[in-house]
Structures are given as structure tokens and as C-alpha cells.
């Protein structure tokens, strides 16, 4: 019986990973110009970090979190997100005592989520993320934004739509709180099991609940920009005043709260705005978390950011009609004529390769007419052919595969004089 892929994970094939590594390149090239440097964190963790960082009462917690006990008894769960790691290594490698602030850090690598599998949600997914941490500026909350806005409008992506909302600081939160659990208690009884738990323990959780979406009083229930106190409403102002001033369109939906726990003030989502490009249009999100630091045990420190997967921008590209660039053709393919020559090519394309070059031979003893095929499969610029006649010679003729023209080159001084054909 043969084995299959788990459920909600892929294969991403060579065809594929050119365009992965086409939107890695951007991102870290945008990266570089933001002044954001890459942190690698585990791929696991201790589970009590996702508890106390994502939120007990979220459903990544909840419900979709891969955890198991390791050999020694420790209770271990793969990353569903970048943040709470970034935030464990800041604290624990005191980067808020660094010089360089605020500490900007980028990430890239696999999440695991126990989700139901469909179009655009997986088990597996990679997220390229970043987060700024010890900065209360709303400009950087504004840069956090454009940088994601950018590298989607740099790989070709037109029709996007930036929702942001405002959760606001902890005491317009906490009224807002207040507000939800007055609205939602008469009659929490309509309301799905979760949301029963969620009233008391974290009322905002209700209205990102998938199950009771529809009920009426969801429609109605009290919005936290009417809460918001005057500082946060300042704040909000200036955010809103930065991403104008860098021709960000945006809309404010009072609605966005986001999944995990530790968001306050800035929120947003980058949707695909493609028609039809499927129930789950979410390309990228993230907010404002200032409590977070704190929380996992560091002094108290700002923090903002946002993740997106690969996944799903390769499918807002795709539904937006964008072809990758396509693969580049190697510069030389080596062709022989008889044993003696191939074995000759042995060393030729070794030196060709070290000269920055790429190159390639036949290893499947074909004839010298499979093996031209093999280089146009290649995409091969030039085709070098070495016979007999060649080798007796000190020759080795040269092809160059778009105009048809043919040179000869010495042999033993075929890669110096190939570097000056070729340029
Ligand atoms: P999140 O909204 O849970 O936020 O995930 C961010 C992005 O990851 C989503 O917008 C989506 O592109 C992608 N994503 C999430 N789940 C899946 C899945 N099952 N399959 C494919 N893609 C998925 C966070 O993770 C926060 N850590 C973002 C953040 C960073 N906030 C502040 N800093």
C-alpha cells in the first residue's frame, strides 16, 4: 500500500518553488529596505507560551493546536503563529535592552493549525511575518501596513482591500467589555457552548464565533469605536492620517477583532477583492499588541505586526491572473561525441560551474541528437560540442541557441574565452 501527503498539507513541486522563491526574495528585499532583520525561532514550543501569548479562550487554543508530551514529559506544541515565539526570544534574550530601537524583526517558516481543511486554509502553512517591538509611533503601525501592502503591489496584486478597526487601550476596552456582556447575558442561552464560556472570560470572542455569526444580536451589537477613550481615538485619527499621507486606501469595519487574544489599538486584514477567489479572502493580518511583552514576562513594551501565508498568495496571484517569470534557461549545456569526449566534459562543466555558470551534461548516454533536445528542454543558451576531431584539435565549437551562430573556442582555454562570448 503505498502512503499519502496528511491531510491539509502539500507538496510544493520545483515548477512551484520558483514562485515561493520569487515572494521569499521580495520579502526579504523589502525587508532589508524597512530595516527589518530575520529572527529564526523553533519550530516548537512550550504549549504554556500559545496559553498565555494567543489566549486561552481562542479557537487556535482551543481547538487547534498540535500538542503532545515529549520523551520527557513536557508538554510541547508546533508554532500556529510567529508572534508569541518572536515575543518569547525579545524577553529572553533581552532585546529590549539592545541599542538599536525599536527591535524590527522579520520571520519566515511553517505554522501548524489543526483546521478543517479547505481552499486556502492548512495544516501546514508558511507565514512570512514581521513585528516591531518598543515603539508607540503610529507612523510604524502605518509602516507595518505599507510594508505588507507593498510586497503584495510588488508581485502584481491589484485588486486588494485593507480593512483596519481599533480595538483601542485597556480601559476603552474594558468598557466596550462591559457593553458586550450587558448586550449579550439576557440571552447567552442561544448562543453556541463556546460563546456561554467566552461571555464572561473574553466577550470580544463572540463576535468572531463561526457558529452563531447569523443571531441577531450580533448585528447589533455595541462597537468598540464608540467606546474608544480620547487617546485611543487620537491615535486611531493618526494612523488613518499616515496611511492617507502613503496613498493606502483603507475602509474601517468596527467588526474586525481578529482571532487571537493579544491585540489592542490597530487592527487590520488585507483581503483579495478578486471575485470569486473563495470563501476564505483573508490575506494577511495583524495589529497592535502592547500588553504582550508583559505578558510572557518582559518589561512593559509596544508591539505591532502582521503574518501572511505563502499559500494564499499564491492563490490571490493566481485568481488575479499572474504568471510567475518564468524559469530562466542555463547558460551551457556540454554536448559529446564519443567515450573519450565525454569523459572529458567531466571536468569541463566542473570548471564552467565554479565560474559562475550554469551548465549541464548528458547522463544518459544519448545520441548527440537527444542530447540538443535535452538542451532546448534546458533553455540552454549556448550548446558547446565536443567529438574527436575536437579534442585531436584544442577545439570546442560553440552554439549560440538564439541567433544559430557558431564559434570555435580553444579547449584548454574554453571557459575564459566562453566568459567573454557570453559576457
Ligand atoms: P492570523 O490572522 O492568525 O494572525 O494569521 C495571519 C495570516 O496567516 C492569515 O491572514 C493567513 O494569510 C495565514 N493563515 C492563517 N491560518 C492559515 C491556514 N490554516 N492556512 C493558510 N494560511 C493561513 C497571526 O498569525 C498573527 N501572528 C499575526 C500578527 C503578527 N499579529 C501581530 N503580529
Not at 483546521?115 to 502553512?125: I, K, L, N, S, Y
Not at 485593507?162 to 447567552?188: C, M, T, W, Y
Not at 455595541?222 to 486606501?249: C, G, R, W
Not at 487590520?268 to 479572502?281: C, K, L, N, P, T
Request: hydrophobic content about 35%; overall charge negative; charged content about 30%.
Amino acid at each position: 500500500m503505498s502512503i499519502s501527503i496528511p491531510r491539509g498539507t502539500q507538496d510544493i513541486l520545483p515548477e512551484e518553488v520558483e514562485l515561493w522563491q520569487q515572494i521569499e526574495t521580495k520579502a526579504r528585499e523589502l525587508c532589508r529596505n524597512y530595516q527589518y532583520q530575520e529572527i529564526r525561532t523553533p519550530i516548537f514550543e512550550h504549549t504554556e507560551l500559545f496559553l498565555r501569548g494567543v489566549g486561552d479562550t481562542t479557537d487556535i487554543v482551543q481547538k487547534e493546536m498540535y500538542t503532545f508530551e515529549d520523551r520527557g514529559g513536557r508538554s510541547i506544541t508546533l508554532r500556529p503563529e510567529g508572534t508569541a515565539p518572536v515575543v518569547r526570544a525579545f524577553v529572553e534574550k533581552k532585546m529590549f535592552g539592545q541599542a538599536q530601537q525599536p527591535v524590527k524583526l522579520y520571520y519566515m517558516g511553517p505554522m501548524f493549525r489543526y483546521e478543517r481543511p479547505q481552499a486556502g486554509r492548512f495544516r501546514q502553512f508558511v507565514q512570512f511575518g514581521i513585528e516591531a517591538l518598543g515603539s508607540t509611533d503610529p507612523a510604524i503601525d502605518a509602516e507595518v501596513i505599507s510594508l505588507a501592502m507593498n510586497l503584495y503591489k510588488e508581485m502584481g496584486l491589484k485588486k486588494l482591500k485593507l480593512i483596519i478597526n481599533s480595538l483601542g487601550d485597556q480601559e476603552s476596552r474594558k468598557a466596550h467589555r462591559e457593553a458586550l456582556v450587558n448586550h449579550f447575558k439576557p440571552r447567552i442561552g442561544e448562543f453556541c457552548h463556546d460563546c456561554q464560556t467566552r461571555l464572561e472570560k473574553n466577550p470580544l470572542r463572540i463576535l468572531d464565533c463561526k457558529q452563531d455569526r447569523d443571531h441577531e444580536l450580533m448585528k447589533t451589537a455595541p462597537s468598540i469605536l464608540d467606546y474608544l477613550n480620547d487617546e485611543s481615538k487620537a491615535y486611531f485619527e493618526k494612523v488613518k492620517q499616515y496611511l492617507t499621507q502613503l496613498d493606502i486606501p483603507f475602509e474601517v469595519d468596527a467588526k474586525l477583532v481578529r482571532g487571537l487574544d493579544y491585540y489592542n489599538h490597530t487592527t487590520f486584514e488585507i483581503m483579495s477583492d478578486v471575485e470569486g477567489f473563495g470563501a476564505i479572502s483573508t490575506l494577511c493580518g495583524g495589529g497592535r499588541y502592547n500588553g504582550l511583552v508583559e505578558e510572557i514576562g518582559g518589561p512593559n513594551t509596544a508591539g505591532i505586526g502582521f503574518a501572511l501565508s505563502i499559500e494564499r498568495f499564491i492563490a490571490a496571484l493566481k485568481a488575479e491572473g499572474i504568471e510567475p517569470n518564468v524559469g530562466e534557461g542555463i547558460d551551457c549545456y556540454l554536448a559529446a561525441i564519443g567515450q573519450e569526449a565525454k569523459d572529458y566534459t567531466v571536468g569541463l562543466l566542473q570548471q564552467l560551474r565554479l565560474a559562475g555558470f550554469s551548465a549541464e551534461r548528458d547522463y544518459l548516454d544519448r545520441k548527440i541528437k537527444a542530447q540538443f533536445k535535452a538542451a532546448d528542454r534546458l533553455k540552454a543558451k549556448y550548446v558547446a560540442t565536443l567529438g574527436e576531431e575536437e579534442l585531436k584539435n584544442n577545439k570546442i565549437s560553440v552554439k549560440n541557441m538564439a541567433t544559430g551562430e557558431q564559434t570555435e573556442l580553444a579547449l584548454d582555454a574554453f571557459v575564459e574565452q566562453f566568459l567573454k562570448l557570453h559576457g
